[in-house]
């Protein structure tokens, strides 16, 4: 089996990252501190092991050392990211078992984070696919990433990723209930704070629970054009009408918070009754879900497990900004996490480009992080390709957000890159991309030649028609 070292080394060009500033960045910041393992310890012998959450620590007046961290990495003050963090606007997943993870934050005064999927299917992919996915992932900017796996191996792919990943990971648990039974009527309470409490000891940093749909909330997507889109939604809602009872999460949702405070995994509320298409946005099976999620959130905060709300996945570019407000209003000004969302439904094999286009007006009017979406949506399983694309758009609306929320420094990267475009600085604009293996890729299939780095113009306009040369003997700069 091959080292990720290894995967690292023979798929990517290291010296052309993306990441690469950040990684930087991180490892100055990381060298202050001993390690994860040794200082969470430390914590744990002081306060006790009942409650291990940055929720609680926060609450206790404490600024943890991951706090401290991610105010390094957001430029903020320590004390606001602990009253953000108690009040629940800020979210850090991190798990006391993932040791290897560099805490981020997700929360409306932070960056703007997006998240990769990955994970096998029960026809496709192996533990070495999964840790190329990983590291492309991370490779192009991915925050989290979440192991989606439906296949074979789930336990093993998962330890994998977790030991080499330094991101977050989050896991859907319902994934792994089905494997382990014959069909969904054998789903049962033992099971599900099993699976859960296993993740959460292997050291799952945040989990998609589908609490918030209730047997009263299936009856209303009748009039939808595309039904319970959600596989996790979808299978309870399989389980409620076979047994006629309540949603299992719903029911032991204090069992389940027991598990996650003991760990710190931070709940990732799901969107059971996302729309699925355009033709579903904002419908009343949607909000009444996620009036349900906000009743969960106040549960969970009571017990001081952090929080994020998942959002709609196909919603008009006219709701978006309503459906981040609601979102707001109804949960409390929890983290808002979205997919996407698609804003037309209309591009099968280019919804990368239709969800990234409602990724950046939900970044703008309030969502704390997206969930990417690749060209595969909706038609098969992503590659290693489609994983690129996925994590390259989102990356641009992402960032795109936080220009036109005017985050401190957002736009430090644009503004250099701009000045080397303008000065001919061929290297530089590569390296300041966000994709600099195919910014010099695409320069080099018309001028390959090293001297053409240092050329005032690039194929399109040629050595007389350039724009930017015509500037600069206007002496711009000195009028």
Known sequence: MKTIEEINTEIINPELCPSYWQKEIDQKILEKFPAREQYSSERIKLYGAENVTQMFYAKQGLVTEEMQIVAEREFLNPELVRREVARGRMVIPANINHHSVTPIAIGIQTTTKINANIGNSAISSDINTELEKLYHAVHFGADTVMDLSTGGQITEIRQRILRESGVPIGTVPIYEMLSRISKIDDLS???????????????VDYMTIHAGILWEHVPLAATRVTGIV??????????????KKQNPFYDNWDDILKICKKHDVTLSLGDAMRPGCTHDASDRAQFAELQTLGELTIQSWKENVQVMIEGPGHVPMDMIEYNMTEEMRLCHEAPFYVLGPIVTDIAPGYD???????????????????????????????????VREGVIAYKIAAHAGDIARKRYG??????????????????????LSLDPEKAKTMHDETLPQESFKMAEFCSMCGPKFCSMKISHSLNLDKT
Request: aromatic share 8%.
């Open 230 to 243: 959600s596989r996790g939604g979808a299978i309870i809602a399989q389980w409620m009408e076979s047994h």
């Open 352 to 386: 990368h480009i239709t969800s990234a286009i409602g990724a950046t007006q939900a970044a703008y009017t309030g969502a704390s992080m997206l969930c990417y979406v690749t060209p595969k949506e909706h038609l098969g399983l992503p590659d290693m390709d489609d």
């Open 189 to 203: 309470r033992e099971l599900i704070l099993e699976v859960i409490e296993e993740q959460a000891e292997q050291g």
């Open 410 to 431: 957002a736009r430090n990267r644009d503004d250099e890159l701009s000045k080397a475009r303008y000065n001919f600085n061929w290297k530089k604009q590569f390296e």
